[in-house]
């Protein structure tokens, strides 16, 4: 694995305003970033991403399957009581997946470490599955790169595969996102088109204006009932609306299902570390309150449960690196995680993202940032597969 420059393609940002990726560029500062690549070898992506996403995934489904049958987990892990038996029945009647991004540390020495699971509102999807491939054909065509030149991705043909695969043709699905996020309309308008593509038919609804009527059916703002939406909204907040305890009995299939509550919360990463003790894809782990003096005088990482684009990370005991990220959570419980030295590039740390499309892995995207931390505003680097 290695990063080299690359020239931009000439009036990149033109077409990128022309498809609906507006947010390039963000408050001055690039997003996506073809300046330069990551370039990795067939065997790096084969043998230390894609099996290990495939076996990670694999491990996640163990998992739910242990924690929606134990109501003691189910607490522990700050989901409602009240919710507790409609995921169960997701669980038990397979309700199926669309996707979920695993975040890993990867510098190509060694085993990617998994960091976090991106299980059910993941982003970065159009970016990775459209701009990503797009950029790379054309710099094939230009010449800059050679013929024989690759990516690990397959997210787009994946998406619409499974969308082929959850419903009948011809029917009708809402897309929701909150108001007023380009990235979020970015990634939601890129499956609604991916579910046109499979012989579906989409429906926009913002978050905010989806209701609830006498019957307990969800409508959007033209009171069309929706029967089937995918929600770029997070479970969590969900149950804390006014309309959540309708949720468990409402005629409505979610996207993604409930039982992905369990593995979007990153109290899955100590539980993990329980059932797959010393597994070289994961970081040992522990709930906070479970930590000893030994694990406390380690360097280590606080995450909060639920936690959205680096937010509330505390990084500790690391000489020179300590620090803290701000945000709004925390509330119901922390984990402890261990310090993995992120990736460096010159003044660049990078992480890679690795797509699960309907339990297969199906490729990836990297973020860099001069700080350890990823955040929303980190940049998109593209990659290739290059043999020497």
Not at 35 to 62: G, H, K, N, T, W
Not at 350 to 366: D, T
Not at 370 to 383: A, I
Request: aromatic share 12%; charged share 25%.
């Amino acid at each position: 694995m290695k990063r080299i420059s690359v020239p931009e393609r000439p009036g990149w940002k033109e077409q990128a305003e022309k498809l609906g990726f507006g947010f390039h560029t963000m408050y001055g500062a690039p997003y996506w970033d073809e300046s330069r690549a990551y370039v990795f070898s067939l065997e790096e992506i084969e043998r230390d991403l894609e099996d290990p996403s495939q076996d990670l995934y694999r491990m996640c489904l163990d998992l739910v399957e242990r924690v929606v049958h134990d109501t003691g987990l189910l607490g522990r892990m700050a989901i409602p009581a009240q919710y507790h038996d409609w995921i169960r029945s997701s669980w038990v009647n397979s309700e199926p997946s669309l996707y979920g991004r695993f975040d890993f540390f990867y510098d190509g020495t060694g085993p990617a470490k998994l960091l976090e699971f991106n299980a059910d509102t993941p982003t970065a999807l159009y970016e990775t599955g459209f701009f990503q491939w797009m950029w790379l054909e054309e710099q094939i065509a230009a010449g800059v790169l050679p013929k024989e030149a690759d990516q690990f991705n397959s997210v787009q043909d994946r998406l619409i595969e499974r969308f082929a695969a959850m419903f009948a043709p011809g029917y009708h699905i809402h897309f929701a996102s909150s108001k007023d996020q380009d990235e979020d309309r970015a990634t939601v308008r890129y499956l609604e088109d991916c579910a046109r593509q499979a012989g579906l038919n989409p429906h926009f609804v913002a978050v905010e204006e989806i209701g609830a009527d006498a019957q307990g059916r969800f409508a959007d703002n033209d009171e069309f009932v929706i029967d089937a939406l995918f929600k770029l909204y997070p479970y969590e907040d969900m149950f804390r609306e006014e309309y959540g305890p309708f949720l468990p009995g409402a005629p409505l299939r979610l996207i993604e299902p409930p039982w992905k509550a369990v593995l979007s919360n990153k109290a899955i990463l100590p539980l993990l570390w329980e059932m797959f003790p010393g597994h070289p894809n994961l970081l040992p782990a522990c709930f906070e309150e479970d930590a000893n003096a030994d694990i406390l005088k380690e360097p280590h990482v606080r995450k909060p449960f639920f936690s959205r684009e680096g937010a509330n990370i505390t990084v500790r005991g690391v000489e020179g690196n300590e620090l803290s990220t701000p945000g709004h959570y925390g509330q119901e419980g922390h984990i402890l995680q261990a310090y993995q030295e992120p990736p460096k590039i010159g003044e660049d740390y990078s992480m890679i993202g690795s797509w699960i499309i309907g339990g297969l892995a199906s490729g990836i995207c990297i973020r860099e940032d001069r700080h350890p931390v990823t955040q929303d505003l980190s940049r998109f680097v593209p990659h290739v597969i290059l043999e020497d």
